[in-house]
C-alpha cells in the first residue's frame, strides 16, 4: 500500500507531474495536521455528535464542550479528507466514518485513534532520541492500570479488520481441537478461530495488567470456556509438551528480541502436536531491494521506536521456524490489511 498524492485539476496534474509541488513541504506541514485532526475529533466525540444530528460547527462545539472557531477548522479539514460531507453549512459523516469511527459500528477502530492521541502521540517525539541510540522505549514495562485498559481497547480495534480474515484462511489442522493464543489479550484471533471451528478451544497466555483489562472484553463474546485466559509470560513458563494443534503469536514477535524469539520457537515446537502449526503474524519488513511498502515500513520504524526490534523478515522468522525442526509453510496475506501476513510453519 502507498499513500499518494492526486491532482484534482489538470493544473494541479502539470504541476505533480513537473515537480512543482513541495511534497516534502505537504508531509512536513499539511499530514501530521491532518493526523492529529482526527485523533482530536475522535477522543472529542466530534463524529458521534454530527451523528446525533448536530450538524454545524457551533453545535458540534457546544456538544463537545469546544470553541466554536477551531471546531470550524477542525470539521473544514475532516471534510477535506473525507471523513465528512459539508453542504449548505451542515456536516454529516460519510460512508468511510460510519463504518470505521463510530462506537457502534463492529469495525470501529475508535478506541485505537484514543488510544494513538492520548498515549502514542507523545512517543512519535522522542523518535530523534531513537535515531541517535537506537533504545526503544519498551512501553510495557511503563504502563499503568489507566494504560494498559486503553492500550487493550486499542488492540481489539486493531485486530477487528482482520481477525475474521485470519479465521478464514488459518491453516488449521484437521480434528483440531487445542489452541494457544500467545499474548493474545483480547483474544478476537482466538474468538472468531473457535467460532468457525467450534470443536476448538483456546487458551489465551499473557501479562498479568493485560488479562486484567482484556478479560471484560472477552467476557462480551460470551465464548464460555472455548476461549479462556491464563496469566503467564511466554519468556518465563514452560509449555506442556505435544498439547496444541495451533499455536498463534499474533503482534508479539516485534516485542521480542531475536535470542527471545527463537527461544519461544524452541518452546512452542515441542508443544505441539505433530501435524501441528505455528503462527507467526505480524507486519513484515520489507525486503529493501523489493518494491517500497508503506505499511510494512512505516510499522518497522515505529515498532523499533516504541518496542525492542521493529518488524521481522519472512526470511528471519522462517529461519527460527526451521531452526526447532518446523517445516515453514507459504506465508499467508490479509486483503483488509497489506503489508501484514501469517507466516506459519507446521510439525511434521
Known amino acids: 500500500m502507498q499513500l499518494r498524492i492526486f491532482p484534482e485539476n489538470l493544473l494541479e496534474w502539470v504541476a505533480l507531474k513537473l515537480n512543482l509541488v513541495p511534497i516534502p513541504l505537504l508531509h512536513a506541514q499539511v499530514f501530521p495536521v491532518i493526523s492529529r485532526a482526527v485523533l482530536e475529533a475522535v477522543d472529542a466525540g466530534v463524529f458521534e455528535a454530527i451523528a446525533e444530528g448536530y450538524d454545524t460547527a457551533e453545535l458540534v462545539a457546544e456538544k463537545c464542550g469546544l470553541n466554536a472557531r477551531p471546531t470550524g477548522q477542525l470539521l473544514g479539514v475532516l471534510a477535506s479528507v473525507k471523513y465528512l460531507r459539508y453542504r449548505q453549512g451542515k456536516y454529516t459523516l460519510t460512508r468511510l466514518t460510519h463504518k470505521w469511527i463510530l462506537p457502534g459500528s463492529p469495525n470501529t477502530v475508535r478506541d485505537l485513534a484514543i488510544y494513538n492521541n492520548r498515549v502514542v502521540w507523545p512517543w512519535l517525539e522522542k523518535m530523534g532520541g531513537y535515531l541517535r541510540t537506537g533504545k526503544g522505549l519498551q512501553y510495557h514495562d511503563t504502563f499503568q492500570s489507566e494504560e494498559w485498559e486503553l492500550y487493550q481497547r486499542a488492540m481489539w480495534g486493531g485486530a477487528v479488520a482482520e481477525a475474521q480474515e485470519f479465521a478464514r484462511k488459518v491453516p488449521l489442522p484437521r480434528n483440531a481441537t487445542q ?33 486484567e483489562k482484556a478479560a471484560p472484553l472477552l467476557a462480551k463474546q460470551n465464548m464460555g470456556d472455548h476461549v479462556v485466559h491464563q496469566v503467564g509470560n511466554i519468556l518465563n513458563d514452560s509449555l506442556p509438551e505435544g498439547t496444541y494443534d495451533l499455536v498463534l503469536m499474533s503482534s508479539v514477535a516485534h516485542h521480542f528480541t531475536e535470542e527471545q524469539n527463537k527461544l519461544v520457537a524452541q518452546k512452542v515446537a515441542k508443544a505441539l502436536r505433530p501435524g501441528g502449526v505455528f503462527i507467526i503474524n505480524e507486519f513484515i519488513r520489507p525486503d529493501p531491494a523489493a518494491a517500497p511498502e508503506l505499511v510494512g515500513s512505516s510499522t518497522d520504524l515505529f515498532f523499533g521506536l516504541t518496542s525492542t526490534s521493529g518488524n521481522w523478515s519472512m526470511a528471519e522468522i522462517n529461519a527460527w521456524q526451521r531452526a526447532v525442526g518446523l517445516t515453514p509453510l507459504q506465508p499467508i496475506a490479509y486483503r483488509a490489511i497489506p503489508g501484514r501476513f501469517q507466516v506459519g510453519a507446521r510439525k511434521e
Do not use: K, N, Q
Open 179 to 211: 489452541m494457544l493464543d500467545i499474548g493474545g489479550s483480547h483474544g478476537l484471533h482466538s474468538v472468531e478461530t473457535c467460532r468457525r471451528y467450534p470443536h476448538l478451544y483456546s487458551m489465551i497466555l499473557d501479562l498479568p495488567g493485560a488479562v
